[in-house]
């Protein structure tokens, strides 16, 4: 075969694509010619290669389908029969060299060779290879296996390179079993597999699609979000009842007057304020002098912070422009929490606080550290702090932790419990001014009513009588019932002496009353015992129910004396007259002298009404003599009385003498009964008495 | 446990090794990488003390200032307050050495009390007989002054030292 000059670097360039042919062509010469090229190759005969090149080259463009097992029977023989003329042709070139020998050993090399070869041999058993396959692996896996395994990955990676979407189609439906299975045994490493990719995958997947994300995550977020809202709610409807209650509303007038909203307030309650930990700072050095921190939340690094912040500091006045006035630092804003400074000094108060600080906290913080300064700034304490935390009194943390506890509650309360009851006191004022004043006229009222009362109570002739007075505006007003038109009058007479200010407005009835006859008799009798006694006479009484009449009856009085007890007895209700029977012109023998209780003295008024009259009687009939009785009471034991009755006798007869009568015509007697005429129910005073009895 | 608490400052030109001497004396690490400070740097360390007086410990807050540049000055502020001030000088770079007497006069000039010690940097990359001509050619007789120390923030040498021994003064 003929070469070419130009195709020189030809057979380099085919020798691979020829290779890569050889088990693809359909044609069995074509076939026969590349095994011959491999076999050529493995041999080395590079003028043969040379050779059959540039017809191998050609062909390869038609390889395309399998081999089937007649083919390669077939091919196998072709090939030894190639071989048969290869040798043929050496042996005729060579005729002196024509030992048959020679060419059946050369061809017996070439079918060991074939033998040896694996594609040659491939090609043999690879009808029965997967019947073999089955076998072994039936037999003995665990040879296998490892055979299997050293190329296993190469296999896939070859395979996911050359056909992707197949590779994938394949194990599409064991990933994710997989994936679970190792979700149960190992999840911590399926989760550190994955975790890297997930913000990514999100942030990717929201990029794609959107809504799909959306309404993935909405019944897990939307839960969150109304259960946020809902706690918020629940927050801001209490905030809302507080509101509505006196204190709140108290507290929302303060609040309007500072131009703070209410929905401003209500999220600013909702969001409580909390200081998490207060430190006192050293100025220049940054140095913690006292730092306190709430229990139970993470610590702060107190030194580093305090160094931090005082740097921040310094800072913050390095790079104030204004060099003549120093500017502080009072405030670092986080979102969702605040470091707020007070400074003084030589220290500071930095507290790092969460939620919106009320206004009272920043007065709680100067307040703080005005008492610590008070308190520890003379010594040199604050100015001069080393570092030697020995030297810092306890006191100084108790005051700090004052505002972890209480941040907004201040330190003078008196202040604000005086503004509370000006409020009120104002409220009370204005609900008790006139409150007192109606309390006030009533008492007053009530007053004047109890005045009037006593007044009737003082007045015999009302006290009776139930008369109601009280008092309307400016007037005086009298219900009630009296028996007479005079009580009625009287009554108001002496209403008007005790509240002589206000009208009066006499509303008592006039009411006869039916006189109860045993009352009017009662009442009689005490009157006329009461006048018989003022008199020295025995009088009764007695009332005559058909006349409505009172009948007195007696001995002798002078008709001037006895008219008042007439007149007290009419005014009795229910007596209409009054008759008084009384003996005419009394005999001074008659009379009756009383005495006092247990006395033997003679009374004035009888010494000259009745003692006299008797003298001057006993002088003009010098023929009478009398007999002088005593009596006494029965009160007293009966051995006094007994004494005391002749005694009375006695000094009544030493009056006479003394008066001028002979003491001869006197007799004298005592006894304890009392005397004619009276009965033991009779007064008493009745039978304290002398009488005397003419003797013949 | 009493406890005490010093505040000190590092103080030197940029890159004479300030952070890495407070890495090696607090962390215990050394880094060739140099990474700039801007502002202030605080660190901690808590150095026991020996039990010679009622003190247990010394609390250090060592403020590492950024270092000074011809276009930027050291803070005068950022000194205030403190107790002591470490100077930093690099011994491969005689400027440094030189800028020494103006920090000194810096601190000096906001805390007359205040102790100092020098350190002179980086000595790991000199050999002995160029340490001790450096060592010698400082003159600083002068009370409330330290030093000169022979630093290595790289190998440790005299780190310990240098921060314990002014520690010592700031409480005497």
């Known amino acids: 075969m003929p070469v070419s000059p130009d195709d020189s670097t030809a057979p380099a360039l085919s020798q691979h694509s020829a290779l890569s042919t050889v088990d693809q062509s359909p044609q069995g010469n074509d076939f026969a010619l590349g095994e011959l090229f491999q076999f050529l190759t493995e041999k080395d005969v590079r003028p043969q290669v040379h050779a059959v090149a540039p017809a191998v080259a050609p062909t390869r463009n038609d390889v395309k389908s399998a081999l089937t097992t007649d083919e390669a029977g077939e091919r196998l023989r072709q090939l030894l029969l190639d071989l048969l003329d290869i040798e043929a042709q050496q042996a005729s070139a060579n005729p002196e060299d024509s030992a048959g020998e020679q060419v059946w050993q050369l061809r017996l090399r070439q079918l060991e060779r074939q033998c040896r070869d694996p594609r040659v041999m491939g090609q043999v058993i690879f009808p029965i290879f997967a019947v073999l396959l089955q076998k072994k692996i039936a037999q003995s896996p665990e040879e296998i296996i490892p055979a299997l395994a050293l190329i296993i990955d190469r296999v896939i990676e070859t395979r996911s390179q050359s056909d992707r979407t197949a590779l994938s189609k394949v194990l599409a439906t064991t990933i994710p079993g997989a994936i679970s299975k190792q979700l149960g045994e190992a999840p911590n490493e399926v989760i550190q597999a994955i975790a890297p990719a997930m913000g990514k995958a999100i942030t990717e997947q929201v990029r794609l699609d959107r809504d799909a994300m959306v309404d993935a995550l909405y019944p897990v977020i939307g839960n969150t979000i109304s259960k946020y809202m809902g706690e918020v709610v629940s927050q801001i409807n209490e905030r809302v009842e507080k509101t509505l209650s006196l204190k709140g509303i108290m507290r929302r007038l303060s609040l309007r007057w500072q131009g703070i909203s209410d929905a401003e307030q209500i999220l600013r309650d909702a969001i409580p304020f909390r200081v998490q930990a207060v430190f006192l700072i050293h100025k220049n050095s940054g140095l913690v002098i006292a730092d306190v921190q709430q229990s139970g939340s993470q610590a702060l690094e107190a030194d580093m912070l305090a160094g931090m912040l005082t740097a921040i500091r310094s800072f913050a006045a390095e790079c104030s422009t204004d060099s003549r006035h120093q500017s502080e630092l009072t405030k670092i804003d986080y979102e969702d929490f605040q470091i707020i400074m007070e400074v003084a000094g030589y220290c500071y108060i930095a507290a790092v606080t969460q939620g919106d600080p009320p206004g009272n906290f920043s007065i709680k913080l100067r307040q703080t550290l005005s008492s610590i300064i008070l308190n520890h700034g003379y010594g040199g304490l604050l100015e001069q702090f080393d570092g030697d935390m020995r030297r810092v009194p306890d006191s100084i943390p108790q005051l700090l932790t004052e505002l972890l506890v209480a941040p907004t509650v201040l330190e003078k309360p008196k202040v604000r419990r005086r503004s509370l009851p000006v409020g009120l006191l104002v409220l009370l004022m204005l609900l008790g001014i006139p409150l007192g004043w109606v309390y006030y006229r009533h008492w007053q009222k009530q007053q004047v009513i109890l005045a009037v009362d006593e007044a009737m109570a003082a007045n015999p002739a009302l006290a009776l009588y139930a008369i109601r007075p009280r008092i309307q505006g400016g007037t005086l007003i009298l219900t009630g019932k009296v028996p007479s038109p005079d009580l009625r009058e009287e009554a108001g007479m002496v209403a008007l002496e005790v509240a002589p200010d206000l009208v009066l407005a006499n509303e008592l009835l006039t009411v006869v009353a039916p006189p109860d006859p045993e009352a009017i008799a009662a009442e009689a009798q005490r009157l006329t015992q009461s006048f018989g006694q003022m008199l020295g006479a025995m009088l009764t009484s007695r009332y005559d129910r058909a006349n409505q009449q009172l009948i007195v009856e007696g001995g002798a009085i002078a008709p001037e004396r006895i008219n008042p007890l007439a007149e007290s007895l009419r005014q009795i209700p229910g007596v209409q007259s009054v008759l008084l029977t009384l003996s005419g012109d009394p005999s001074p023998t008659a009379q009756r002298l009383y005495f006092n209780p247990n006395s033997t003295i003679i009374a004035p008024q009888e010494q000259t009404q009745k003692l006299e009259p008797l003298v001057a009687y006993l002088q003009a009939n010098p023929n009478i003599r009398l007999q002088i009785i005593g009596h006494t009471d029965t009160s007293g034991t009966e051995k006094i009385n007994r004494q005391l009755a002749p005694q009375r006798a006695q000094v009544v007869k030493d009056a006479l003498v003394q008066l001028g009568i002979n003491g001869d015509r006197l007799m004298v007697a005592g006894t304890i009964a009392p005397p004619p005429q009276v009965t033991e129910s009779d007064a008493l005073w009745l039978s304290r008495c002398v009488r005397f009895e003419v003797l013949n | ?172």
């Open chain 2, 1 to 172: 446990m009493v406890t005490v608490s010093k505040k000190i400052c590092m103080v030197g030109d940029f890159g004479v090794g300030k952070t890495s001497l407070i890495r090696r004396f607090v962390e215990r690490e050394f880094s060739d990488r140099y990474l700039s400070t801007v502002g202030v740097k605080i660190s901690r360390k808590v150095v026991p003390l020996p039990p010679m007086d009622d003190v247990d410990e010394l609390k250090l807050l060592i403020w590492d200032l950024e270092g000074q540049t011809k276009f930027k000055a050291i803070t005068p502020t950022y000194l205030q307050g403190s107790s002591g001030v470490l100077i930093v000088a690099d011994v491969t770079r005689p400027e440094t050495i030189d800028h020494i007497e103006d920090h000194l006069q810096l601190f000096f000039g906001v805390n007359p009390a205040g102790w100092v010690a020098i350190a002179l940097n980086k000595t790991d990359l000199l050999d002995s007989d160029e340490r001790t001509h450096v060592q010698t050619s400082l003159e600083l007789n002068r009370p409330q002054i330290l030093g000169p120390y022979l630093t290595s923030a790289k190998t440790g040498d005299n780190v310990d030292a240098i921060f314990t021994e002014l520690a010592k003064e700031m409480l005497a």
